[in-house]
């Protein structure tokens, strides 16, 4: 359902940052500039277009991470980090050793500040779990978007699942990352009244990747006693209703 997450991925996700604040009000004597930033780049509308741009999606723990240098992607000034990853999951591709480097990107510095409005930056943080979608170039591997937040935050991993899923069907896979994104969801402190939470934004991944096996899983967060999460959840299920979606046999999901 690319055109509904498009519109709720959007509106969820619009932040504005303001960087270096502090820098440009102290510095009377100075004025420097504070630069709107504006980046090339359409955030993914869809969570399956995540998984089908990458050439590898794995989950893992963030050993390092370093910003490098500063580089031109699309004629944009961007900072490349390189990090670090202990491997635990293979969903798409081949990962020949469990721990892998890649190159993330954050903005690049500027002087006085910045003024940002748009998707969530990447942020990627030693000692965190994480899914990560990768491609491939002459240096290496990287991730599939710049600058975007495309990796997401995953609870500790579980000894007893599969580590390597990708030589099996797209729909198991599909439904083993789901399983993946509601473990994490469900880990989430209960948020405090009036606000959904982290939670909430985990709905829209899950039913791209399995449709109307997400059910229980909405249904749990349905009874919850924060109302604006009980209604998020409810109006997802709404839509799974509305749009006759049901679970096809096959994965975990089936009921």
Not at 95 to 117: D, H, M, T
Request: aromatic share 10%.
């Amino acid at each position: 359902m690319p055109g509904v997450h498009k519109v709720v991925i959007r509106s969820a996700f619009v932040l504005i940052a303001y960087i270096g604040l502090a820098s440009v009000m102290g510095r009377a004597t100075q004025s420097p500039s504070i630069h709107n930033v504006r980046y090339p780049w359409v955030y993914p509308g869809d969570f399956n277009e995540r998984v089908r741009r990458a050439d590898l999606v794995i989950s893992g723990t963030i050993a390092s991470t370093d910003a490098d240098m500063t580089r031109i992607v699309d004629r944009v000034d961007v900072t490349a980090n390189k990090a670090t990853i202990q491997i635990d999951r293979v969903f798409k591709g081949q990962a020949l050793q469990r721990v892998l480097k890649f190159v993330w990107f954050s903005p690049a510095p500027v002087s006085g500040g910045i003024v940002y409005s748009g998707p969530p930056l990447a942020n990627f943080a030693a000692g965190k779990r994480y899914l990560v979608f990768l491609g491939r170039d002459t240096s290496g591997y990287v991730v599939i978007m710049p600058i975007y937040q495309l990796e997401v935050p995953l609870a500790p991993a579980a000894a007893v699942r599969l580590s390597d899923v990708s030589p099996l069907p797209d729909k198991v896979r599909d439904s083993e990352i789901a399983q993946e994104l509601e473990t994490a969801a469900l880990s989430f402190v209960p948020p405090a009244a009036g606000v959904t939470g982290e939670a909430a934004t985990y709905f829209s991944y899950v039913v791209d990747l399995i449709g109307g096996c997400a059910e229980p899983f909405l249904e749990h967060f349905a009874t919850s006693p924060n109302k604006a999460l009980a209604g998020a959840a409810q109006r997802w299920l709404t839509l799974l209703a509305d749009r006759h979606m049901r679970c096809e046999s096959g994965t975990y999901h089936e009921r």
